[in-house]
């Protein structure tokens, strides 16, 4: 399968405790975003970047969330210091842009990363 | 602000019968509109696409239509059939990286 996959697809943590989600996007694909999900609602767009630069942040992100794309290709997405209120599906997606197109069209998802808070 | 929204949360239709699905949005500098279906456990997977100086688009049963008079947009799909089951959401973009979300319509298909 070569499509979009994301490690680990379920995550239980205690409150305060840090925890790392991996996506792995299409592998000629130029642009990763993350975004969150919580039941009953769509995805809510948390970061995005293009190549290896992150180019915008949601309000959403506080400072305990970061996320990293330090070769352009693989992504990690870091909640440090988790609250209840992270308890969510993280949803990685990723698409081609070519040279001064902005708008890519389909965005392909991953299955997530269920991240539970207790 | 940017919202994008749906009438209806749920949805039910016979096997065989056309489904709609309809979602109104706010923004009126959004360039494209998506549709995506999410079946449980799955993450969104992409439908069809309208840009915003068209009024209808058609893919494989499936067509998408946009009155942007009203900020209005449509999924219809055709001959529903029971792998048709999911929650589909309606999305804009205004034109730059940023796709924006709806809540989602849950369609159930009745055998």
């Known amino acids: 399968d070569t499509g979009v996959s994301q490690d680990p697809r379920h995550k239980i943590t205690k409150r305060g405790q840090n925890v790392t989600f991996r996506c792995d996007p299409i592998?000629?694909?130029?642009?990763l975003y993350w975004y969150r999900q919580t039941l009953g609602q769509g995805p809510e767009f948390l970061t995005y970047?293009?190549?290896?630069?992150?180019?915008?942040k949601s309000r959403l992100l506080s400072d305990r969330f970061s996320a990293e794309r330090p070769k352009g290709s693989f992504s990690t997405l870091e909640i440090q210091r988790t609250e209840q209120g992270d308890s969510a599906m993280y949803l990685c997606?990723?698409?081609?842009?070519?040279?001064?197109?902005?708008?890519?069209?389909?965005?392909?998802f991953g299955e997530g990363s269920r991240l539970t808070v207790l | 602000g940017e919202s994008v929204g749906l009438h209806l949360p749920t949805l039910s239709v016979q096997e065989g019968d056309n489904s709609i699905i309809n979602c109104a949005y706010s923004n009126s500098a959004s360039d494209y509109f998506i549709w995506y279906k999410q079946e449980s456990g799955k993450g969104p997977q992409f439908i069809i696409d309208?840009?915003?100086?068209?009024d209808k688009r058609q893919g494989q049963r499936v067509t998408v239509l946009l009155n942007k008079t009203v900020k209005h947009l449509s999924l219809q799909i055709a001959a529903t059939q029971p792998g048709d089951s999911a929650v589909y959401f309606c999305a804009e973009n205004t034109g730059g990286f940023k796709t924006i979300f709806g809540a989602g319509t849950r369609l159930f298909v009745k055998a």
């Open positions: 592998s000629e694909h130029n642009r």
């Open positions: 309208i840009r915003s100086n068209m």
């Open positions: 970047f293009q190549n290896e630069a992150q180019l915008e």
């Open positions: 997606a990723s698409s081609l842009a070519r040279t001064g197109e902005k708008f890519t069209g389909e965005l392909f």
